[in-house]
Structures are given as C-alpha cells and as structure tokens.
Nanobody
Framework: QVRLVESGGREVQAGDSLRLSCAASGLTFSYYSMGWFRQAPGKEREFVATIGRSGNSKYYGDSVKGRFTVSRNNDRKMVYLEMNNLKPEDSAIYYC???????????????????WGQGTQVTVSS
C-alpha cells in the first residue's frame, strides 16, 4: 500500500534553516503530485507547498514564499522541503501528501490529496 513517511522535524531557533524529507513507498512515485501542509494547534491545516510530477511546477503558500523550497527526487521516491529563515509562526506538524495526477495537474488544496503521512513536528523558538 502507499506509505508516506516524513522526517527531519525538530526544535530550532528563529532564523535557522531546516530540511524536511518525505519517503514514499508502494507507488509509482513519478505519477504523483506531492505536497506539504502544516497544522498548528487550534488551527486548520494550511497549504505550504506543492510540486508536480516532473518537479518543474511548484507552488507555495503566501506565508512561506521566498523562504521555503520544495523539491523531489523521483529515482529515490523522495520529496523535500527546505525551510529557511524560520519564524515562530512556522511551528506546526508538517505533513507530506500525495495524489496520482496527470502530468499537467498540480494540486494545491488538502482535499485533492489522497495519501498522507503521519507528520513531523517543527518547533521554532524565538
């Protein structure tokens, strides 16, 4: 079955950088649009970034534009989220998500993703 496993979350200081990873298994990874979402306590799940099947199409949430970069390695079935200049408001559980799409489609909302990981906690201290 499809499995997504996030890693890399930890506590950091404001201004630090962090890279999250998501390992996928049980799927033909290159057929899937992949995304990152986050959820802080008491808040709704928020779109962070998404990347298309080939890695050429990328979209970001307004709150992370210019600071976060999403990438993927189809051979390794991995998707990454490079986070720079972290702020306390970036603290949340970060989730990896995937959905099978045609080449030209990139999902940007949580409802469009079928598969989800368990999440990894990122805490940014001021």
């Amino acid at each position: 079955q499809v499995r997504l496993v996030e890693s890399g979350g930890r506590e950091v200081q404001a201004g630090d950088s962090l890279r999250l990873s998501c390992a996928a298994s049980g799927l033909t990874f290159s057929y899937y649009s992949m995304g990152w979402f986050r959820q802080a306590p008491g808040k709704e799940r928020e779109f962070v970034a998404t990347i298309g099947r080939s890695g050429n199409s990328k979209y970001y949430g307004d709150s992370v534009k210019g600071r976060f970069t999403v990438s993927r390695n189809n051979d390794r079935k991995m998707v990454y989220l490079e986070m720079n200049n972290l702020k306390p408001e970036d603290s949340a559980i970060y989730y990896c998500a995937g959905d099978r799409t045609i080449m030209t489609v990139v999902h940007t909302t949580a409802d469009e993703f079928e598969y989800w990981g368990q999440g990894t906690q990122v805490t940014v201290s001021s």
